[in-house]
């Protein structure tokens, strides 16, 4: 079996699905997973991949990437609802509508774990840490879906991008000597699609970014050299 | 006692605690709460009384109304986060920050239960049905989140306040002969409030459908006649 396919109906994309180790010595799930001998699915998805889920019991956790969650219309009209990065989890819920699915698309290349949701409640069951790890996940998981909200609520395009730049820098930005670096391939098409704008305006924003020394690129990913300062100039 | 603060020194207002004993009988987690004789309070809100949480580690139940979610930035602007309504939490997590902080207001009479986090974790631990139906809870959150998130992500107030109404009408609608009626005294202020909007463009909007007989308004509540029809209107 070389595809994975999360919806026979619909799906889109033929994810191929890659037994990854690298991950399981560092991620609570997969530690608690091979504890308890659940079974689970390690794959990849690479940029642009797109997962379906509009009628499994699935859970899916994010070892490593960044993905966004969209709701899809029959009209074919598209909702972005969040954007997961790394332990993040999406689909742990029955979902059952002819009017829409969701969707998440990789926007950069991630590693993603999937299991039954009976299973994922059969540990809770009998492995009580678990239970409550699990609980912790999700008051963390809706602390960071108002952070997303919060993206969408400013009106202005300069200030939900400025806000996404931050976003992105606390989940995926590496520390280094002239600021936090995103490590995150993403382009200004895909930077419009999450706030609702358009490529022309992103471009110009990021040049205004540039220009005023906030931020600088480096081999396309960006560089944020004070995020503090950055917040302040337009949150303050 | 007679009142009761949520934050010392930043409380807008003083919240009557009135022990209310009538949803004692049907809520789940008055039930789990009396079973394991966990000490809780009850108490209600009037319409735009406000609580504010910003460093407390207490859990909000909503026992009855409606409530919404806002953060509140040290220069006083607002943003609306999520829409609560019966059974929803709020303020489960530690919260710290000198930028901001978060505060629900009541736009209808609404009856909470208050209980320390410390003490929920202390029933997951003890009692195991209580923590499959507290993830079960978690998750459902996730899900009702997400449906606040698609309000504000279309683009057309028009389409944000018809999924605005349809999402009130599933949470707080009552089936009578003529459709379902929305058992919420909430202003047209209010529903601008939510949506982003002003409260002129929300009565033109709320004229139009009551011209083209989609709502119509009794006792100034409202009540959708089909709510298939007004989805299939709006988002086909």
Chains 1, 2 share one sequence.
């Not at 997962?51 to 990437?65: C, E, R, V």
């Not at 931050?166 to 670096?181: C, M, P, R, T, V």
């Not at 699609?193 to 358009?198: A, K, L, T, V």
Request: charged share 15%; aromatic share 10%; proline share 1%.
């Amino acid at each position: 079996m070389n595809n994975h396919y999360l919806n026979q109906e619909c799906s889109f994309e033929k994810v191929p699905k890659n037994i990854v180790k690298k991950n399981s010595c560092c991620s609570p799930w997969l530690n608690f997973f091979n504890q308890q001998s659940a079974e689970h699915q390690i794959f990849s998805l690479k940029q642009h991949d797109v997962l379906i889920f509009d009628a499994n019991s699935t859970l899916y956790i994010i070892l490593a990437g960044c993905l966004i969650v969209k709701k899809v219309f029959r009209n074919r009209k598209k909702i972005i609802l969040n954007l997961l990065t790394s332990e993040d989890t999406f689909g742990h819920t029955q979902f059952a509508s002819s009017h829409f699915y969701y969707e998440v698309e990789a926007i950069d290349v991630a590693q993603i774990v999937s299991i039954e949701y009976s299973t994922i409640m059969s540990i809770c069951q009998n492995h009580h840490k678990f239970s409550v790890f699990f609980i912790d996940h999700l008051l963390l998981c809706s602390i960071k879906a108002n952070r997303f909200m919060e993206i969408i609520s400013h009106k202005s395009i300069t200030n939900r991008l400025v806000s996404l730049l931050l976003l992105l820098s606390e989940h995926n930005g590496i520390s280094q000597s002239n600021g936090i670096f995103l490590n995150l391939a993403i382009t200004h098409r895909v930077l419009a699609q999450i706030i609702g704008s358009n490529r022309v305006s992103i471009t110009r924003i990021m040049s205004e970014l540039v220009q005023t020394k906030l931020i600088s690129i480096q081999k396309k990913k960006v560089i944020i050299h004070d995020p503090i300062l950055l917040s302040q100039r337009f949150f303050k």
